[in-house]
């Protein structure tokens, strides 16, 4: 089993971007393949940890580099583990209407099993839109 944890930027911008069609699409390829893990947007940067299968998880990230949907892409690790973070696939996204509080809070309880090396990462960028603090 593998993870990947990696954040890029959308090309395109906000409310624009078909994350319920992205969501639907990955929800259906992610069953077929066992992949797991949690996707979070703000409408500009995509985070992103996908788990499973180590070949299906290497087969889905290479997908990721080659979509268009996304620039600047930094991977952030690439690590087998044994045991899964996230039982079941999530897509989080704010929208520009939707109260921080409430999002922020559901993003810290999909991310209370998981370990610091990924709770971090989402949680910085969560707090100030950069995964530098």
């Known amino acids: 089993m593998r993870q ?5 930027s ?7 971007a078909d994350l319920v069609g992205i969501l639907q699409q990955s929800r259906h390829n992610n069953a ?11 409408g500009t ?8 299968p ?9 997908r990721i580099t080659k979509d268009d949907r996304h620039y600047d892409l930094s991977l952030q690790h690439n690590i087998p583990i044994h045991e899964r973070q996230f039982g079941a696939w999530t897509m989080a996204h704010r929208r520009a209407d939707d109260p921080v509080d409430a999002y922020d809070a559901r993003m ?12 971090d990462p989402f949680l910085a960028l969560m707090a100030t839109g950069s995964l530098d603090g």
Do not use: C, P
């Open 4 to 8: 990947i944890l990696y954040m890029s």
């Open 10 to 16: 959308s090309t395109i911008a906000g409310d624009k």
């Open 32 to 42: 077929l393949h066992d992949i797991t893990g949690l996707l979070w947007s703000d």
């Open 45 to 52: 940067h995509f985070l992103q940890v996908i788990e499973g």
């Open 54 to 62: 180590t070949a299906f998880v290497d087969a889905t990230f290479g």
């Open 108 to 119: 810290r309880r999909l991310l209370n099993g998981a370990s610091q090396r990924v709770r």
